[in-house]
């Protein structure tokens, strides 16, 4: 079975400052896709970075980026020079082959919070 | 013009009424599904259609009955609502199976149904 396990409900940061969000996750797939998910307080579910199980780069987008650890099954986002919306939910999930790709699963989700 | 649009954005019914969700992709996708969010914030797959067919079913209750008309719309009927039913639903689309050049799969959500069942 599939399982992404996120284990800080809550983090805090200053403003401009770096910041990693936790994310393991367990699978017996041997082709799998990572994914990160912003969730603002407005509620809806913004796409921020991809990385593939056979990718040997890690993912980057903007100020965000993906420390991707295949052998410890981790996949941590990576926020630089953190802004004041940044604050909100972040979900990391996962979808894999065994399920042809149609199922993506969540983690329990991180809420960022950053100070002024 | 809304890539996944879904209504209405908030229903509040009795316990043991019907409700219906629809929803609308226009990126050309195959595969759409319906996600729950419960008070804890955890989203949980319900259903995944692909080309209009049923391809996950995680376990719902058959008072949730989805139906694809076409590949770009997705509705969930709700039957005999229960307290436990509360929540935000997502609808979602991506293209279809795994990724590959130039599709990372990602998903592309609605802004959610917050249905509140008293």
């Known amino acids: 079975a599939q399982k992404i396990t996120q284990t800080q409900p809550g983090m805090f940061v200053q403003e401009k400052e770096a910041v990693t969000l936790d994310c393991t996750y367990d699978?017996?797939?041997?082709?799998?896709?990572l994914f990160w998910y912003k969730q603002p307080s407005s509620g809806e579910m913004i796409f921020l970075i991809y990385q593939g199980s056979y990718d040997e780069q890690n993912a980057t987008e903007g100020r965000y980026s993906l420390n991707f650890q295949k052998a410890r099954k981790s996949a941590n986002l990576v926020i630089s020079a953190s802004q004041l919306g940044d604050s909100a939910m972040y979900f990391c999930?996962?979808?894999?082959?065994?399920?042809?790709?149609?199922?993506?699963?969540f983690g329990a989700g991180t809420r960022l919070f950053v100070k002024a | 013009d809304t890539a996944v649009s879904q209504t209405p954005k908030y229903l509040v019914t009795q316990m043991g009424n019907d409700k219906s969700i629809k929803c609308e992709q226009n990126l050309g996708h195959d595969t759409m599904y319906w996600y729950k969010q419960d008070s804890k914030k955890f989203l949980k797959i319900m259903f995944s259609y692909n080309n209009k067919e049923l391809i996950i079913n995680e376990t719902v209750p058959n008072r949730f009955s989805p139906k694809s008309p076409d590949k770009a719309h997705l509705n969930l009927h709700i039957n005999s609502l229960e307290l436990g039913d509360s929540a935000v639903y997502f609808c979602a689309s991506s293209q279809a199976g795994l990724a590959g050049v130039g599709n990372t799969g990602e998903l592309f959500f609605g802004e959610g149904s917050r249905l509140t069942v008293l």
């Open positions: 699978t017996s797939d041997q082709s799998y896709g």
């Open positions: 999930a996962m979808r894999g082959i065994n399920t042809g790709g149609f199922k993506t699963i």
